[in-house]
Structures are given as structure tokens and as C-alpha cells.
Nanobody, 123 residues
Framework: VQLQAFWGGLVPAGGSLRLSCAAS????????MGWFRQAPGKEREFVAA????????AYTDSVKGRFTISRDNAKNMVYLQMNSLNVEDTAVYYC?????????????????WGQGTQVTVSS
């Protein structure tokens, strides 16, 4: 199984980025997909998750209304559209795959992880 996150980068506060994650080696449509992030000196935290079909999503409170998670099961891709970015969003962002039926917010529920992509928001 391989998950590869990309399209992070440097963006000014108030700007937008769209992260992508390509999955291979798994039956993608049977996995709940999630995005997590980890800032320097902090624990990895949940950002967003999406159900198998994309019909259900979950977000951490700090990104609600700004971030949107989506997926394309035909392409084995999951996305995170991030708008109105602020400096507190600076972190390494990871995509992860979860084989349970729970749209979980804890790292322990996720079976596979990508390598992460850096997002830096400048003030």
C-alpha cells in the first residue's frame, strides 16, 4: 500500500491550497480516508475525513467552513481544499487510510499513512 500526498507549499495568509493524495495497492473505495497534520513540537492532529462513497465527512472545528475534503474513487485520489489559510495551519499534512467503518478522528484508527507534504502559511 502506498499513499502519496503532494501539492503542499508556501502560501500567504488568506490564500488557498489544494492538497492531493494518490493511493495504490488497496481497494480504495473500501477505505475511509483522512487528512491529519503535525506542526513542529506538536502531536499529529485530525483535520478531516471522508466516507467510502464521499457522502459523509468530518472536520476538526478549527477548519470547518474553510477546508473541504473530497475523493474520486475512479482515480484513487483524495483531496483537501484549504481556503482562508492562516499561520496556525502551518504543518506537515498527511493522508491516511482507515479500513474500519468509523469516520475516525484518532490516528490509531488508520492503517496506512502517506509521507506528508509541507504547508507553510506566511503572515
Amino acid at each position: 500500500v502506498q499513499l502519496q500526498a503532494f501539492w503542499g507549499g508556501l502560501v500567504p495568509a488568506g490564500g488557498s491550497l489544494r492538497l492531493s493524495c494518490a493511493a495504490s495497492g488497496l481497494t480504495f473505495s473500501t477505505y475511509i480516508m483522512g487528512w491529519f497534520r503535525q506542526a513542529p513540537g506538536k502531536e499529529r492532529e485530525f483535520v478531516a475525513a471522508i466516507s467510502w462513497s464521499g457522502g459523509r465527512t468530518a472536520y476538526t472545528d478549527s477548519v470547518k467552513g474553510r477546508f473541504t475534503i473530497s475523493r474520486d474513487n475512479a482515480k484513487n485520489m483524495v483531496y483537501l481544499q484549504m481556503n482562508s489559510l492562516n499561520v496556525e495551519d502551518t504543518a506537515v499534512y498527511y493522508c491516511a487510510a482507515n479500513s474500519s467503518a468509523i469516520i475516525g478522528t484518532t490516528t490509531g484508527l488508520y492503517d496506512y499513512w502517506g509521507q506528508g507534504t509541507q504547508v507553510t502559511v506566511s503572515s
